[in-house]
């Protein structure tokens, strides 16, 4: 069983700090924050002082996943299922929690290299966050600011780590061919929310696809595919519906060159029932790439 509750903020090395902050503002209805103690830019679209933190550097990927877990109990337990696992995991620094917010903190490495931290008791936010952008706002709470998907070297192995040793469930794999490549992917979840992170094995220059932020409103998913193409923000895949999590969502691309999905209508799981399938398609309907889109989006 898993001990994290939630994916709780995702940290960003970016090489174009003004690029995101129109980026954020303008398309994402995000808030930016003053920097934390260690110069991180946070974004805010909840209740909680910050989702996202931007690092600014040249390597425009993922730099670190933050998963909370509920209290300092919990903290301790997923310290000794890494030690029992021979993870190398060290404690957060002073510095460190301070810099992220939160009352305790762990570090460790995933099996992709990805900086993974786990944590209890994050800040809150000052005042009540409403965005500008999105009138329904972003399905968050308890279910954590979304979901990514990340690329693995090693597709059965992070399987495995994220299963057995984080205790992550399964939730679904979607296999199909694309432009003659096999697509294979482990879709694991924490909460209600169909997925928090998922994997898909490919050797790629940046280790994240895509994050997704899911809207409480499908209206805010269309005004959002508009005010991108108006704001000059490419799109990676048009409008369209996922089989598994049935989202409805669109793809466009970030100033560092990785993906975003804004979605609405996600699935939400019920373990007491849940039924693991294999999906053969990435999509019902839709998400077509965009003749205008990168060759490598």
């Not at 902050?21 to 920097?35: D, K």
């Not at 508009?226 to 970030?254: E, K, W």
Request: glycine share 10%.
């Amino acid at each position: 069983m898993s001990l994290a509750a939630q994916l709780g903020y995702l940290g960003l090395e970016v090489s174009n700090l003004g690029a995101w902050r129109r980026f954020v503002s303008e398309a994402l209805g995000l808030e930016m924050g003053a920097p934390r103690p260690d110069g991180a830019l946070p974004l805010r679209m909840d209740g909680h002082a910050h989702r996202f933190l931007l690092i600014e550097g040249p390597r425009d990927d993922v730099a670190f996943l933050g998963w909370e877990v509920p209290d300092a109990a919990a903290l301790q337990a997923v310290r000794q299922r890494l030690g029992s696992a021979r993870v190398e995991v060290r404690e957060g620094s002073a510095a460190e929690k301070s810099a992220r917010g939160v009352a305790d903190l762990i570090v460790f490495e995933d099996p992709n290299g990805i900086r993974s931290e786990v944590y209890h008791r994050p800040l809150m936010g000052q005042g009540e966050f409403r965005s500008t952008k999105f009138a329904s706002g972003f399905l968050t709470d308890a279910m954590g600011m979304g979901h990514v998907l990340v690329y693995a070297q090693d597709g059965a192995r992070s399987e495995r780590f994220y299963r057995d040793v984080l205790g992550f469930s399964l939730t679904d794999y979607v296999d199909f061919e694309r432009d003659g490549r096999a697509f294979h992917a482990v879709f694991l979840h924490v909460n209600p929310r169909h997925h928090s992170i998922a994997f898909a094995e490919a050797r790629m220059p940046k280790r994240l696809n895509h994050f997704m932020l899911e809207v409480n409103d499908l209206d805010d998913v269309g005004s959002a595919l508009y005010r991108c193409q108006d704001l000059g923000v490419p799109l990676a895949r048009t409008l369209g519906r996922h089989p598994n999590d049935r989202m409805v969502s669109f793809y466009g691309i970030t100033p560092s060159g990785f993906n975003f999905e804004i979605g609405w209508g996600g699935r939400q799981i019920d373990d007491r029932d849940w039924e693991v399938r294999t999906y053969r398609a990435a999509s019902e309907w839709g998400h077509r790439t965009p003749a205008s889109a990168p060759a490598s989006a």
